[in-house]
C-alpha cells in the first residue's frame, strides 16, 4: 500500500529470539513509575489501564495518556477501553452508591473530565462509534449531582467533539473529491506533437515563480496532514493480538487509513505530474526550462522545510523517462539539482536528510512565526519507519506483558508529527494553482515513456523494443476509440 524507499535501519533496539531479556518492571502503583521512579518499560495490560485511571489524588503524565490511547487500540478496541476506564472509576470511587461522597467526587471530577476532555481532543475519530458517546455522558452523570458545572463541561466536551468530527468529515469527502479528480490519466496527450499547440495547458501558463508554487505545494501537504489522525499510523499495521484468540481490534471496515492512503496518492501524483510537465514540451530548450524551473521549487521547498514535495519532485525527475532525456539534461543547469539530491541522499539511512530535519524541527521549536515552524517530513520514510519499528519489536514480551518501551518510542514519532501537522499555513491560497496541482492530466508510465522517446529517440535495443510495443498499443488503443 505505502510506496517506501529504501536503506532503513530500526532506531529502537530489541532482543533477537532467544536473547535474554530484562525482567519487566511494573512499578509500585499508578503514576510512581511515570513521574517519580523510572519509566515504564513493560507491563500487564491490566496494569496499564489502571495506570490511565485517574483518582481524586492521581492523574497520569500528559505523555503517558497519549502513549497509551495511541497503542491501547492494538491490544483493546477503544470502546471497551472506555468501559474498562468508566468500570475501574465507579468502583473506585464508589460512585454506584448513594449518597455519593460529594468533597471525594468534587476532588476527582476534574481529572476525569480532563481525561475524556484530552480523549476527544487527540483521538476524536475514537467517538464516531456511539458506544464512546455513551460511556462518556455515563460517567458524568454519575458525578454531576455533585456539581451542576459538570454539565456545563460536559456539554462543551460534545460540542466541541461535534465539531471535530463535522470537520473531520467534510475533510475526508473533499480529500476524495480531489482524488477522484486527481485521478485522470492521459495518455492521449502522447499524440500531441503531431498536433496544434497547445493541447493542455502547462505549470509554467499557470505559475511561472518557483517560490509561489512551492508556497501552494506547502499548502497541500499541510492540508493533507491537517486530517490525518494519530490512531491511523497505528491502524495501518494493526494484527491480529496472537495472545487473543478472538477477533481484531479492528475489522476491516473500522481499520480506517483513509487520510494516510490520501497522503500518500498525493505524492505519487506530484511525482507523475513533474514527470508530465517534463516530458510533454516538445522542444528541448524548453524541456531543459522546466527542468530548471522545477529544480528551483525544489530548492524553494527545501528552504521552507517542506521535504515532502522536495522529494516528490525529486523522484519525478529521476525516474526513468526524465532521467534518459540526456541532450536535455546537457542543455540544463543542474549543479543546485545535484546539492538538493545529496540532501536527500539515501545513504546512511537517509543520514543527509535526517540531519537537514533536525535542524527544521529546531528552528520550528524557536519560531517566532508560523512561517519559521513549517516541518513537513518525507512521508513515506516516516512511514517506513514506524513499519519497521512495529515489525522489529515484538508487541508483547514471552511473559505476556505490553512491551511498553516499543510503545513510548512509537509516540515520540507520532507526537512529533502531531506537533508539525497543527501549523497552519501562513501563505496566501492561489486557487488557481491549487486547481492545477490537483487535476491536471498526468502521463501514467507508458505514456511517459512514449512521450520520452517522442523528444529523444530510443538509443538502444531494449528501448526501441519497448518504444514499438506501446505505439502498436496505443494505435490499438485509438483504432477502437474510432
Same mark, same amino acid.
Given at each position: 500500500?505505502?510506496?517506501? #524507499?529504501?536503506?532503513?535501519?530500526?532506531?529502537?533496539?530489541?532482543?533477537?529470539?532467544?536473547?535474554?531479556?530484562?525482567?519487566?518492571?511494573?512499578? #509500585?502503583?499508578?503514576?510512581?513509575?511515570? %513521574?517519580?521512579?523510572?519509566?515504564?518499560?513493560?507491563?500487564?495490560?491490566?496494569?496499564?489501564?489502571?495506570?490511565?485511571?485517574?483518582?481524586?489524588?492521581?492523574?497520569?503524565?500528559? %505523555?503517558?495518556?497519549?502513549?497509551?490511547?495511541?497503542?491501547?487500540?492494538?491490544?483493546?478496541?477503544?470502546?471497551?477501553?472506555?468501559?474498562?476506564?468508566?468500570?475501574?472509576?465507579?468502583?473506585?470511587?464508589?460512585?454506584?452508591?448513594?449518597?455519593?461522597?460529594?468533597?471525594?467526587?468534587? /476532588?476527582?471530577?476534574? /481529572?476525569?473530565?480532563?481525561?475524556?476532555?484530552?480523549?476527544?481532543?487527540?483521538?476524536?475519530?475514537?467517538?464516531?462509534?456511539?458506544?464512546?458517546?455513551?460511556?462518556?455522558?455515563?460517567? +458524568?452523570?454519575?458525578?454531576? #449531582?455533585?456539581?451542576?458545572?459538570?454539565?456545563?463541561?460536559?456539554?462543551?466536551?460534545?460540542?466541541?467533539?461535534?465539531?471535530?468530527?463535522?470537520?473531520?468529515?467534510?475533510?475526508?469527502?473533499? +480529500?476524495?473529491?480531489?482524488?477522484?479528480?486527481?485521478?485522470?490519466?492521459?495518455?492521449?496527450?502522447?499524440?500531441?506533437?503531431?498536433?496544434? #499547440?497547445?493541447?493542455?495547458?502547462?505549470?509554467?501558463?499557470?505559475?511561472?515563480?518557483?517560490?509561489?508554487?512551492?508556497?501552494?505545494?506547502?499548502?497541500?501537504?499541510?492540508?493533507?496532514?491537517?486530517?490525518?489522525?494519530?490512531?491511523?499510523?497505528?491502524?495501518?499495521?494493526?494484527? /491480529?493480538?496472537?495472545?487473543?484468540?478472538?477477533?481484531?481490534?479492528?475489522?476491516?471496515?473500522?481499520?480506517?487509513?483513509?487520510?494516510?492512503?490520501?497522503?500518500?496518492?498525493?505524492?505519487?501524483?506530484?511525482?507523475?505530474?513533474?514527470?508530465?510537465?517534463?516530458?510533454?514540451?516538445?522542444?528541448?530548450?524548453?524541456?531543459?526550462?522546466?527542468?530548471?524551473?522545477?529544480?528551483?521549487?525544489?530548492?524553494?521547498?527545501?528552504?521552507?522545510?517542506?521535504?515532502?514535495?522536495?522529494?516528490?519532485?525529486?523522484?519525478?525527475?529521476?525516474?526513468?523517462?526524465?532521467?534518459?532525456?540526456?541532450?536535455?539534461?546537457?542543455? %540544463? /543547469?543542474? %549543479?543546485?539539482?545535484?546539492?538538493?539530491?545529496?540532501?536527500?541522499?539515501?545513504?546512511?539511512?537517509?543520514?543527509?536528510?535526517?540531519?537537514?530535519?533536525?535542524?527544521?524541527?529546531?528552528?520550528?521549536?524557536?519560531?517566532?512565526?508560523?512561517?519559521?515552524?513549517?516541518?513537513?517530513?518525507?512521508?513515506?520514510?516516516? +512511514?517506513?519507519?514506524?513499519?519497521?519499528?512495529?515489525?522489529?519489536?515484538?508487541?508483547?514480551?514471552?511473559?505476556?506483558?505490553?512491551?511498553?518501551?516499543?510503545?513510548?518510542?512509537?509516540?515520540?514519532?507520532?507526537?512529533?508529527?502531531?506537533?508539525?501537522?497543527?501549523?497552519?499555513?501562513?501563505?496566501?491560497?492561489?486557487?488557481? +494553482?491549487?486547481?492545477?496541482?490537483?487535476?491536471?492530466?498526468?502521463?501514467?508510465?507508458?505514456?511517459?515513456?512514449?512521450?520520452?522517446?517522442?523528444?529523444?529517440?530510443?538509443?538502444?535495443?531494449?528501448?526501441?523494443?519497448?518504444?514499438?510495443?506501446?505505439?502498436?498499443?496505443?494505435?490499438?488503443?485509438?483504432?477502437?476509440?474510432?
Amino acid at each position: 500500500m505505502f510506496t517506501t #524507499p529504501s536503506g532503513f535501519s530500526p532506531h529502537l533496539a530489541c532482543a533477537e529470539p532467544g536473547e535474554e531479556e530484562e525482567a519487566p518492571q511494573e512499578g #509500585p502503583g499508578p503514576g510512581a513509575c511515570l %513521574a517519580d521512579g523510572p519509566p515504564i518499560t513493560s507491563a500487564s495490560l491490566d496494569t496499564l489501564i489502571q495506570n490511565l485511571v485517574p483518582t481524586a489524588d492521581y492523574y497520569p503524565e500528559k %505523555a503517558y495518556v497519549f502513549t497509551f490511547l495511541l497503542s491501547a487500540r492494538l491490544f483493546i478496541a477503544p470502546p471497551e477501553l472506555l468501559a474498562r476506564v468508566c468500570e475501574l472509576c465507579i468502583k473506585q470511587q464508589q460512585l454506584d452508591q448513594s449518597p455519593l461522597d460529594t468533597a471525594k467526587v468534587r /476532588k476527582f471530577g476534574p /481529572k476525569i473530565l480532563q481525561l475524556l476532555t484530552e480523549w476527544t481532543e487527540t483521538f476524536p475519530s475514537d467517538f464516531r462509534d456511539d458506544k464512546m458517546v455513551g460511556h462518556l455522558k455515563d460517567i +458524568i452523570h454519575r458525578i454531576a #449531582p455533585c456539581d451542576e458545572a459538570y454539565w456545563k463541561t460536559l456539554n462543551q466536551v460534545l460540542q466541541k467533539l461535534s465539531q471535530r468530527l463535522a470537520l473531520m468529515s467534510q475533510g475526508e469527502e473533499s +480529500i476524495v473529491k480531489v482524488s477522484l479528480n486527481a485521478s485522470s490519466i492521459s495518455d492521449k496527450l502522447v499524440a500531441f506533437k503531431t498536433k496544434p #499547440p497547445p493541447i493542455q495547458k502547462d505549470m509554467l501558463s499557470i505559475c511561472n515563480d518557483p517560490y509561489t508554487l512551492a508556497q501552494q505545494l506547502t499548502h497541500v501537504e499541510l492540508e493533507h496532514l491537517s486530517h490525518i489522525g494519530p490512531e491511523e499510523f497505528v491502524q495501518a499495521f494493526v494484527q /491480529k493480538d496472537p495472545l487473543d484468540g478472538t477477533q481484531p481490534c479492528f475489522s476491516d471496515q473500522k481499520k480506517k487509513t483513509t487520510n494516510l492512503e490520501a497522503y500518500v496518492r498525493w505524492f505519487n501524483r506530484l511525482c507523475y505530474l513533474v514527470a508530465t510537465e517534463i516530458c510533454m514540451v516538445t522542444k528541448k530548450k524548453q524541456r531543459a526550462q522546466v527542468i530548471e524551473f522545477f529544480i528551483d521549487v525544489a530548492r524553494e521547498c527545501f528552504n521552507i522545510g517542506n521535504f515532502n514535495s522536495l522529494m516528490a519532485i525529486i523522484s519525478g525527475m529521476n525516474m526513468s523517462p526524465v532521467s534518459r532525456l540526456k541532450k536535455t539534461w546537457g542543455k %540544463a /543547469k543542474t %549543479a543546485k539539482f545535484f546539492i538538493l539530491e545529496h540532501q536527500m541522499d539515501p545513504t546512511g539511512n537517509f543520514y543527509n536528510y535526517r540531519t537537514a530535519l533536525r535542524g527544521a524541527a529546531h528552528r520550528s521549536r524557536t519560531a517566532n512565526s508560523n512561517r519559521e515552524r513549517i516541518v513537513i517530513p518525507f512521508f513515506s520514510l516516516l +512511514i517506513k519507519d514506524i513499519y519497521f519499528l512495529n515489525e522489529g519489536c515484538a508487541n508483547r514480551l514471552p511473559n505476556g506483558h505490553v512491551n511498553f518501551e516499543k510503545f513510548v518510542e512509537l509516540a515520540r514519532q507520532v507526537g512529533e508529527f502531531m506537533t508539525w501537522k497543527q501549523v497552519e499555513c501562513p501563505f496566501e491560497e492561489d486557487r488557481a +494553482i491549487l486547481h492545477y496541482l490537483h487535476t491536471a492530466p498526468i502521463f501514467s508510465e507508458d505514456g511517459l515513456y512514449l512521450a520520452s522517446y517522442e523528444s529523444e529517440s530510443p538509443e538502444n535495443q531494449v528501448e526501441k523494443d519497448r518504444w514499438k510495443a506501446l505505439s502498436n498499443t496505443m494505435n490499438r488503443i485509438h483504432q477502437e476509440e474510432c
